[in-house]
């Protein structure tokens, strides 16, 4: 395949400029070329015109303002309306791609059907390794791929949003990101805004396939702050709100059925094998197993409220169509726009 993907990175503060830089040098270092990296920064000016400056003399990298309102989905709708590339692949800001990466998601492409790729995304703890009590059932709590997903090159779901590429045709398809659902700029760490769109996506174009390919590895950054059993407690209640608002929207038998394996199969396990480890006199078994417990219930609570709230007409969220979209600013003038 030729290099017709463009790479979409959302970024939001300049607490995380180390980070960014290094997400970019990881996609122009990759053996399969991008057309181009687009930079789109969440309503923040000031890392606007920073990435601007340092990026304005750079071939295939442009800067861009989140032309919606603040959120990772209006984010992505952005990169996708100025993208120009034929599929368009997300990475997060404070990951980086190994080298073959973006060559794995391009091969998923050969088969016409396929409209989205996404890969493996391993933790890197700042700490310098998994706290001890951290199950791997949960990595997702941290943004990265959790047991108990197939490996290999599988059909799934749904992606993830932060390790995927798709079709530009999907967005044609079933519109952009959904606002009103995920990251937003708040304090309360959402998400699932990857999950509603692939199930629109599968609605709206029924003979679409979706894959993980476990080649196509990105490391995320674990920052300290996220190794405490309190952002594990948050994140997963958040999730339990983002999953009911994903429920009520397609119907909980799509909403949840990837899900429902997950709590009667893997999670039970993953208990069985802290419990093991517990009684071995293996380090950290029992807190594994009491995590798993706890990022259950947390997530039926989250569940249960963000159900409830739905119902009474609270919550919503919105889909807007990428071809509304324009973009209301661009940094990275010279070479860094022309691609």
């Known amino acids: 395949m030729t290099a017709r993907i463009s790479v979409v990175v959302c970024v939001y503060t300049e607490d995380r400029w180390a980070d960014i830089r290094a997400a970019v040098a990881s996609v122009r270092a990759q053996s399969l070329t991008a057309l181009e990296t687009l930079l789109v920064v969440d309503h923040n000016a000031a890392l606007q015109d920073r990435l601007a400056r340092e990026y304005r003399e750079t071939e295939g990298v442009r800067v861009l303002a989140n032309a919606g309102p603040r959120g990772l989905s209006a984010g992505r709708n952005t990169g996708i309306a100025a993208s120009r590339g034929e599929f368009v692949a997300f990475l997060d800001d404070d990951a980086v791609a190994e080298r073959d990466w973006l060559r794995h998601l391009a091969e998923g492409f050969e088969d016409p ?70 990251r937003d700029g708040g304090r309360r760490p959402l998400g699932c805004e990857e999950t509603e769109f692939c199930i629109r996506l599968t609605r709206a174009r029924p003979d679409a396939v979706l894959l993980i390919d476990d080649r196509a590895v990105i490391h995320h950054r674990v920052p300290t702050a996220r190794q405490r059993f309190r952002y594990f407690r948050t994140r997963t209640y958040a999730e339990g709100l983002s999953k009911a608002l994903v429920a009520r929207s397609v119907g909980a038998g799509q909403g949840l059925a990837s899900e429902r394996r997950y709590t009667t199969r893997v999670l039970p396990a993953g208990v069985g094998r802290g419990l093991r480890d517990a009684v071995l006199g293996r380090p950290g078994g029992a807190g594994r197993a009491g995590a798993i417990v706890a990022g259950v219930l947390s997530a039926a609570g989250g569940y249960a409220l963000g159900s409830l709230r739905a119902r009474k007409g609270g919550a919503g969220f919105s889909v807007v169509e990428i071809s509304d979209i324009r973009e209301t600013g661009e940094g990275a003038g010279g070479a860094g726009a022309a691609a």
Not at 145 to 150: A, K
Not at 167 to 179: E, I, L, N
């Open 113 to 182: 059907r396929v409209l989205a790729v996404g890969g493996r995304t391993l933790p890197a703890w700042d700490c310098g390794r998994r706290p001890g009590w951290f199950p791997e059932e949960f990595d997702w709590v941290v943004g990265c791929t959790y047991r108990g997903l197939p490996p290999g090159r599988v059909r799934v779901r749904n992606v993830l949003g932060g390790n995927a590429a798709f079709r530009r045709t999907a967005f044609d398809a079933a519109g952009g990101f959904a606002t009103g659902i995920g």
